[in-house]
Nanobody, 120 residues
Framework: QVQLAESGGGLVQPGGSLRLSCAAS????????MAWYRQAPGKQRELVAR???????NYADSVKGRFTISRDNAKNTVYLQMNSLKPEDTAVYYC??????????????WGQGTQVTVSS
């Protein structure tokens, strides 16, 4: 089985920074795309940023220039550096990974979510 463990959420003032981490563990052969999504109260889950195995990235327009996604393939870990945070960034942030397991089974996995609250 595979698990995604997220960390790094919390309460921060507007203009502040947070760094989220998500580590994948289990019977993993390789990981294709990794991504961060978020879901605010009363809203649909939305893509924040995505990174390929070769480190190509794309971002939601609302976070471009403020957030940076990166990954360490040796550690099966993806990061989200969030700077210049705004109250509208408040949401539960979810890690997502497209994982190849033993016997070449390919599945999509989600973390449990970590709360990010931006408030003064």
């Amino acid at each position: 089985q595979v698990q995604l463990a997220e960390s790094g959420g919390g309460l921060v003032q507007p203009g502040g920074s947070l760094r989220l981490s998500c580590a994948a563990s289990g019977e993993i052969v390789s990981i294709h795309d990794m991504a961060w999504y978020r879901q605010a109260p009363g809203k649909q889950r939305e893509l924040v940023a995505r990174i390929t195995h070769n480190h190509s990235t794309n971002y939601a327009d609302s976070v471009k220039g403020r957030f940076t996604i990166s990954r360490d393939n040796a550690k099966n870990t993806v990061y989200l550096q969030m700077n210049s945070l705004k109250p509208e960034d408040t949401a539960v942030y979810y890690c997502n990974a497209d994982i190849i397991q033993l016997r070449w089974v390919r599945s999509d996995y989600w973390g449990q979510g970590t709360q990010v609250t931006v408030s003064s």
